[in-house]
């Protein structure tokens, strides 16, 4: 395992060798020298140059250092290694003591030691290679000679028979060693382009970590607000309940107030009977007449009246629930909630958007409240600023964000071809790649031929349905590297969302290549969730729902 690990830390990251002149370059990584001169070849006129390792940047072509040090820690680990033994191959000519070859003749079938090799190195024609015992898998099996060239078209070895009879006759061939560093060559680009992928899905890793990261820091803070916010709404819901139970269980109350009521009445009135009987049984005149004013005494008509009215209220209430009182509190008492409960999940709406002049081609008509873009069908002769676009027929937004969560809704109904999206201040403004999404300085959502799409980088993705409704919305969430596009229909359809971490302010931008599109409206604050009646989801619903209910109850 020791002999592994070391094995790994003398492999040249290029060739994956063992290094072969070990070089370094400022940053400290080693290379093989003729590795790394290959790569900085390919780099050459690329604006620079870098570190196949760690990407590091160097303006000027790098000096290369020998690095002894590790060069003779190479040599040591390469001359300790049995592998001359381990591969059983010994020298055909030493019988009395077999000693490890070094290698083998493939035109005299023999391997030889270094003493053998000393002599039969004088003979120029002998062809060696690597100690082996399979020397028939390096001939050709039909004509039983050594492979020395590489058919292109066929992609095989051959032997020089094969090259001119046989059916490699005619074919373009190349010599073995040709052949061999020309596929060196593009194993080390193949190679080159998957380090740099591999550097490329690296960084996506790590961004998605430090994304990652951010999200579980605030997985805390978001589940403490939304339990405290769902436990304030149970507590008033429970308030609301008890509410309604109240007034279903003050019906008897009230009810029972009124026979009491009722009750005294009756006492006072027989008090009045009994005190009238006695004027009527008296036989003096003058008595009679002497009592105080009895008028009051038949005074009960309005009182009456009163009675009545409550008495049939009381009657004709069906001796059930009472519909409209209790949908009454339902409907008043969750609109309470929706009011009162502090939702404190809010996005921070978007100014007020206004489009900047300065920056609209010179195909397009800005409004005059800064809010609507139309394609001219002519030369607006804007003056030249360096903001306007030149080639597109594009406009950004004055505003900029640069935190926060932010959204904005543009009205497309006026225009059969239009993009929207955000883009970086820094977004060029001439040329093909100045298009919103034709960068990766912008995000875009596409209509051209009745296809929608989103596009970022040059890179499209059509999108499998079509905006149903006239209104689109862009969400940005700043810190969370989010940009998302909605389509305004009912229900609400998620079109696409964008992620990345932001570099720079973003602003709004809106093309047309036809008729008009318009920014709708401008910001304030707007509840996340869609807000609390969302959340609720709708309370206009749940006083219906509770409604019905009721009226399931009393079978209306």
Not at 273 to 281: D, F, G, Q, S, V
Request: aromatic content about 6%; hydrophobic content about 30%.
């Amino acid at each position: 395992m020791a002999s592994a690990n070391l094995i790994a830390e003398l492999e040249c990251s290029v060739c994956l060798n063992i290094y072969t002149d070990p070089v370094n370059l400022r940053c400290g990584h080693n290379f093989c020298r003729v590795c790394i001169d290959r790569v900085l070849d390919t780099q050459r006129g690329s604006g620079g140059y870098s570190c196949p390792e760690c990407r590091e940047k160097f303006p000027d072509r790098p000096a290369l250092q020998r690095n002894i040090t590790l060069r003779n820690i190479v040599e040591n680990f390469q001359s300790a290694q049995p592998n001359q033994e381990e591969s059983g191959v010994f020298c055909t000519h030493c019988v009395d003591s077999p000693v490890p070859a070094v290698r083998s003749c493939l035109l005299c079938e023999v391997s030889l030691c270094d003493k053998h090799l000393r002599v039969h190195k004088k003979s120029p024609e002998h062809i060696l290679c690597d100690p082996t015992f399979s020397m028939e898998s390096r001939k050709c099996s039909v004509h039983k000679k050594i492979l020395e060239y590489y058919c292109t078209e066929d992609y095989t070895c051959i032997c020089i028979s094969c090259s001119m009879t046989g059916g490699h006759k005619g074919h373009k061939i190349k010599s073995l060693i040709e052949a061999y560093k020309k596929k060196k060559e593009t194993l080390s680009n193949v190679l080159q382009k998957l380090l740099t992928k591999r550097e490329e899905t690296e960084e996506r890793v790590q961004s998605l970590q430090e994304h990652r990261r951010r999200v579980e820091e605030g997985e805390a803070d978001d589940t403490e607000r939304v339990t405290v916010l769902f436990r304030d709404l149970k507590r008033r819901l429970e308030d609301l309940e008890k509410r309604v139970l109240r007034e279903i269980s003050g019906r008897a109350e009230r009810i029972s107030i009124s026979i009491r009521d009722l009750e005294i009445k009756k006492e006072e009135l027989s008090r009045k009977m009994r005190h009238i009987e006695e004027l009527c049984n008296m036989t003096d005149p003058l008595t009679v007449l002497q009592e105080s004013d009895t008028g009051d005494l038949c005074d009960t008509e309005d009182g009456d009246n009163e009675d009545r009215e409550r008495r049939e209220k009381l009657l004709h209430d069906g001796g059930g629930l009472d519909v409209a009182g209790i949908s009454h509190t339902l409907s008043t008492g969750l609109s309470d909630i929706i009011t009162e409960v502090n939702v404190d999940f809010y996005v921070q709406g978007a100014a007020d958007i206004l489009l900047d002049v300065n920056t609209a081609n010179n195909d397009l008509h800005i409004s005059d409240d800064r809010k609507t873009v139309s394609w001219a069908h002519g030369n607006q002769n804007h003056p030249e600023t360096p903001e306007r676009f030149q080639d597109y027929p594009q406009v950004l937004s004055s505003q900029s964000f640069s935190s926060g969560r932010h959204y904005w809704e543009v009205d497309v109904g006026g225009s059969e071809s239009w993009r929207v999206g955000m883009c970086y201040p820094s977004i060029d403004r001439r040329g093909g790649q100045s298009g919103i999404g034709n960068n990766n300085k912008s995000w875009g959502l596409d209509r051209e031929d009745d296809q929608y799409k989103v596009i970022h980088d040059r890179k499209v993705i059509l999108l499998p349905t079509k905006i149903s409704s006239n209104r689109v919305r862009i969400y940005l969430d700043y810190e969370a590297g989010r940009i998302s596009f909605y389509d305004l229909c009912d229900p609400i359809l998620h079109l696409h969302t964008f992620t990345t971490t932001f570099t720079e302010p973003l602003h709004a931008g809106l093309g047309v290549w036809r008729g008009c599109i318009k920014i709708c409206g401008g910001g304030g604050q707007e509840k996340s969730i869609q807000g609390l009646v969302t959340l609720l989801g709708g309370w206009m619903e749940l006083v219906e729902y509770a409604t019905n209910k009721i009226k399931q109850w009393v079978g209306l």
